[in-house]
């Protein structure tokens, strides 16, 4: 059934509380990309929060439900009132796009794909990392960290992606504390993206 989304796995937390970060840059670090069988996995994750994308030529504001895992993302993107305006889905079979009139559409990648249907790029390779406050390692990355040694802003694969509210993990779900971006935005040329992370569930 059209955007249908089961639930996420069992034995998850939600965070909700939040701190603001400082804008200053205490230091920049650069990554290099890491070998091909050194990669580390995005977590697993389901998120609930809200989009607005903005460029010279579209406009779009809408709410936004995204589960990832390793095998499958899986992004419905919902209009102010509730209405789906598109499903994407990525595994390892490709990338699918269905429209609100429930036309479907496939491509090699999802930025190709929702620029030629959605009039944006939706760079899902990277964000997968970005929305968890981490740079991607399939490629080279500069990361401003503040005096608290939080990611306040990520530049790479052309995209600036900036920082300015993380949850903040009162439960510490492992032995450190965890703090997952609330409010981000991404730039790239004319275009901005900015989330608003209303609901963050982590496997």
């Known amino acids: 059934m059209l955007f249908l989304f089961l639930p996420m796995l069992v034995g998850c937390a939600a965070l909700t509380t ?84 429930q036309e479907t559409f496939y491509a090699g990648n999802v930025e190709d794909l929702t620029a030629e249907l959605l009039g944006w790029r939706l760079p899902l390779n990277g964000l997968q990392y970005w929305v968890q406050g981490l740079h991607s390692p399939l490629s080279q990355a500069s990361v401003d960290y503040d005096s608290e040694n939080r990611v306040i ?34 730039r790239i040329e004319d275009l901005n993206i900015r989330m608003v992370v209303d609901k963050w569930i982590e496997a």
């Open 153 to 186: 802003a990520i530049r790479q694969d052309g995209w600036e992606i900036m920082f300015t509210q993380y949850f903040k993990d009162d439960a510490k779900l492992s032995d450190k504390p965890v703090a997952h971006p609330r409010i981000f935005e991404l």
């Open 18 to 101: 939040q701190t603001t970060l400082t804008t200053q840059v205490a230091r920049t670090v650069v990554f290099e990309p890491l070998a091909a069988l050194n990669v580390p996995m995005a977590g697993s994750f389901e998120l609930l929060g809200r989009v607005s994308v903005r460029n010279e030529h579209q406009r779009f504001s809408g709410n936004v439900h995204w589960q990832h895992t390793r095998f499958e993302d899986m992004v419905l993107l919902l209009s102010p009132l509730g209405q789906a305006v598109a499903e994407i889905v990525r595994n390892h079979d490709g990338v699918s796009l269905t429209t609100a009139k």
